[in-house]
């Protein structure tokens, strides 16, 4: 379905079947020289059929026509070859545009059979299979420009400049207008719901990255805050400050289910709050699980990288327990 949201610049919502997030709104910016798209939907054909009617409503030029993706996940970038194939030129972060292409290869895939045991799920039956990262990615490789902080693109009376937002993914970036007061910022912020910031290796706190990008666009001047899921943001420091607060009663939270115990990403996460309707942990469906547990080691690795947590390897597999 598509709506014009401000002038020359249109909403074009991507359904996303079976997914708790229901939709992705897919942006497209045109002028008569150029058009710009910012993400895609899953490699479906749902997906593709959406993205493709509401271009030819707009009589999108594909070959005068660039694609900005925004970030890894498969909902963002899963149509991105098959954009590519027609001409479009595809643009993302460093670090997200390799995941992207390496996420092809079954080897990129080796390291959810390994979390599952380090994390405590074997209990949980977890299929590789059931990720929507592995199910809905492209089929192959795409020649990504890469652009990073800084880089513009100019379309009409526009001009977009690279943010670099990392904390969603490692590579996340958004796109600002200083003119018109725009930012496009993907999955950074998002109303009514909270973006899962995973875990993504023990090499960095990337929470502590995602308060700091939360922050960075903090200061920015925004009268529109375009999203990629549910409603455009028209107070984006209220909103930020929301998420900040959300954040600190999750590692309050977490501090107070492991009290005296040693505990597993798995054992500390099913008992964590989550705004899903199950009733309980097995109720969960197993895509889910691996969000929620991806979540719960993302503020744990924070609670550990502030000296509130430490943590061991018992047999394979990780416990945390509070600072002694």
């Not at 972060?93 to 996420?103: E, F, L, Q």
């Not at 059979?113 to 089929?139: A, C």
């Not at 899921?229 to 009663?249: A, G, V, Y």
Request: charged share 25%; hydrophobic share 35%.
């Amino acid at each position: 379905m598509l709506k014009k949201v401000y002038p020359n610049i249109y909403v074009n919502e991507i359904p996303l079947p079976n997914n708790p997030l229901k939709a992705l709104n897919s942006y497209i910016i045109v002028s008569d020289d150029n058009s710009l798209i910012i993400d895609t939907g899953f490699n479906l054909k749902e997906c593709k059929d959406a993205l493709m009617q509401g271009i030819k409503e707009l009589n999108i030029d594909l070959k005068k026509t660039n694609l900005f993706i925004t970030h890894l996940h498969s909902d963002h970038s899963g149509l991105a070859y098959d954009l590519a194939k027609e001409g479009v030129k595809v643009y993302a972060s460093k670090i997200d545009g390799k995941m992207i292409n390496d996420s092809i290869k079954d080897e990129f895939w080796e390291f959810y059979d390994s979390y599952i045991k380090l994390f405590g799920l074997e209990q949980d039956n977890m299929l590789l299979s059931d990720n929507p990262g592995y199910r809905y990615t492209q089929e192959n490789p795409v020649d990504f420009i890469i652009v990073g902080e800084g880089y513009k693109f100019l379309v009409g009376d526009y001009s977009f400049e690279v943010v670099d937002i990392p904390g969603h993914t490692p590579g996340q970036i958004g796109l600002y207008e200083k003119n018109h007061k725009l930012f496009f910022c993907g999955d950074h912020i998002l109303d009514r719901i909270t973006p899962n910031i995973a875990f993504w290796g023990f090499e960095q706190d990337i929470l502590a990255v995602y308060f700091r990008n939360l922050r960075k666009v903090y200061e920015y001047d925004i009268d529109y805050l375009f999203t990629s899921h549910r409603n455009i943001i028209t107070d984006h420091r209220k909103r930020i400050d929301e998420l900040l607060e959300h954040h600190e009663h999750r590692l309050d939270e977490i501090l107070n289910i492991i009290n005296n115990k040693k505990m597993t990403p798995r054992d500390i996460a099913a008992n964590m709050h989550w705004d899903i309707r199950a009733k309980d942990w097995d109720d969960f469906p197993r895509p889910q699980k691996w969000f929620a547990v991806g979540e719960a080691v993302s503020h744990l690795e924070h609670l550990w990288s502030t000296g509130k947590v430490q943590k061991f390897n018992e047999n394979g597999v990780l416990y945390y327990e509070l600072k002694k």
